[in-house]
């Protein structure tokens, strides 16, 4: 079956978040919009979207979309998703969730209320690598882990892009560090020896380039088991970085580049008997939550989390932002 997704605003992310996914699986792009009609009409050329209409809204109401994707700038994709439910249309939301946990808790009870579903797409999640590595942490091969390390780095965006605004909730932590407590809190969900449980912020400290909004941001936590978690973020990098360590007392896994194996898809594991490279595979992340998300929408397959998970992610970001001493977005 074929679902019928509809696109609020002519972003970069989305050719690789969507439009690529899409094509490979077989879904239709129907409808598209953006601040101004011409960036619509070049996007659905260039991408062989349907139709372009006049706004969000319009969408949202297309009565040939099944499907909403959003990936507007963070302070806009919590006022979006929530008409996007008000409308009874799934959403596929690009992360962070919302601008803070208050306003994730709005949409998720919004979406409980009215029975539809709000994906918030940490695409890594559904990639056999991060798979691979969070089972290696959870079957004891790592020993007791000890120690999680995220760093991600990229080149500074363009002073007109919204990661440089307060308003529209950017910021380092918001477009990155939202990852790296992802990737802490969902091995918090599993049994992994010395995490046992969600992880707290410790500390946090953050340099900013505009008012209020963090170029670097990096956040200490802890896990009730003992173990310590690290999350560097920086947007004035030289080069794009995005990588994943978990170390324990019998040894550790690196992931390379953990949401872009098309680009490096090794996952490199140490323990006494050696060090093994895997590779898990160059197909990308989103093409894999995509497929999850329509295996939900078709057919009402399980997804690995839901808006709940979202609200505590957005917790744990407000609480590092004011570890750091800046305002929550």
């Known amino acids: 079956m074929s679902i019928r997704i509809g696109i609020l605003g002519a972003s970069r992310i989305a050719e690789s978040a969507i439009v690529g996914p899409a094509a490979e699986l077989g879904h239709r792009l129907v409808a598209v919009a953006a ?53 009874g249309k799934p959403v596929l939301s690009e992360k962070p969730f919302a601008r803070n ?25 559904f990639h056999p690598l991060t ?9 004891g091969t790592l020993g007791e882990v000890t120690r999680v390390e995220v760093h991600m780095a990229m080149p500074a965006p363009p002073e007109s ?20 407590l992802h990737v802490m809190r ?33 956040v200490e936590a802890e896990f009730p088991g003992g173990a310590t978690g690290l999350s560097t973020n920086s947007m004035l990098a030289d080069d794009y970085s995005f990588e994943y360590r978990i170390i324990g007392t019998a040894g550790d896994v690196h992931v390379h580049d953990f949401i872009r194996p098309h680009v490096d898809d090794r996952l490199t594991l140490r323990t006494a008997s050696g060090t093994t490279v895997e590779r898990l595979g160059a197909r990308p992340t989103y093409t894999y939550q995509l497929e999850a998300f329509a295996a939900h929408v078709e057919s009402g397959a399980a997804l690995p989390f839901g808006a709940d998970d979202a609200v505590a992610n957005m917790a744990l970001v407000d609480d590092a932002y004011l570890a750091a001493g800046l305002p929550v977005r």
């Open 35 to 87: 601040r101004e009609r011409s960036r619509a009409e070049v996007f659905a050329e260039k991408y062989g979207v349907e139709r372009v209409v006049g706004s969000y809204q319009d969408v949202i109401d297309d009565a040939d979309v099944d499907v909403v994707y959003n990936p507007l700038a963070n302070g806009l994709h919590a006022p979006w998703n929530l008409a996007a439910i008000a409308a």
């Open 101 to 125: 946990k208050s306003e994730a808790a709005e949409v998720t009870e919004a979406a409980a209320a009215a029975g539809v579903t709000v994906l918030e797409g940490f695409h890594y999640y």
């Open 186 to 218: 969902s091995l918090g969900r599993l049994s992994v020896p010395g995490i046992e449980g969600v992880p707290a912020v410790a500390r946090a400290r953050a340099e900013t380039r505009a008012a209020d909004v963090d170029a670097r941001c990096d």
């Open 161 to 180: 892009d919204p990661r440089w605004s307060y308003d529209l909730a950017g910021g380092a932590l918001m477009d990155l560090g939202c990852y790296g």
């Open 131 to 139: 798979q691979r590595a969070f089972d290696l942490a959870a079957d």
